[in-house]
């Protein structure tokens, strides 16, 4: 078993990692959280290991998310993501812009498909998103192409200013 973690996490903590940060908004926090899911599955060591390792990541998150809730923390929770390199000022400002476009539009989303969308990003498999959501999974795509469209759409409405909250629509 430790062989074949070792596998999975060199395949799939970066997925993970981009998974949680989708959820926390906090690239060091994203990090914590896909490595205690590792640790975790020492522990319990899953049959399948990459998707239980998505399904515990994302219930630690919620809880954590839930925890701060109740505590009424009032966390930063919008860290940008790690640059590769240096950008001109103009371009990062951009770059700031067009995440926090992307973020308000994820929020957008119904929980449903901004968890199909974010699983489906993560590199999952259909069977993966459908294990992991409870959806049936010839409902994926048809769940996953719904998402896409509405998160352009609120995109694009953000970026024109508009307020209308299209996960409803």
Do not use: C
Not at 98 to 127: C, N
Not at 136 to 148: F, K, M, P, Q, Y
């Amino acid at each position: 078993m430790p062989e074949d973690l070792a596998e999975i996490y060199r395949s799939t903590y970066r997925a993970l990692v981009r998974f949680l940060y989708r959820k926390v908004w906090d690239a060091e926090r994203a990090e914590d959280l896909a490595q205690e899911a590792f640790a975790r599955a020492l522990v319990h060591k899953p049959d399948n290991a990459r998707g239980w390792l998505f399904v515990v990541a994302a219930n630690m998150a919620r809880d954590e998310a839930r925890r701060a809730a109740r505590e009424r923390r009032h966390l930063t929770l919008l860290k940008s993501e790690p640059e590769a390199e240096a950008r001109e000022p103009e371009a990062e400002m951009d770059a700031d812009t067009q995440r926090t476009q992307v973020r308000v539009a994820l929020d957008q989303l119904t929980p449903r498909d901004r968890e199909a969308l974010l699983l489906w990003d993560a590199g999952m498999s259909y069977d993966e998103i459908a294990t992991q959501t409870g959806l049936a999974h010839g409902a994926i795509g048809t769940t996953l192409a719904r998402a896409r469209r509405r998160l352009v759409e609120a995109y694009e409405a953000g970026r024109e200013g508009g307020g209308e909250h299209v996960a409803r629509g």
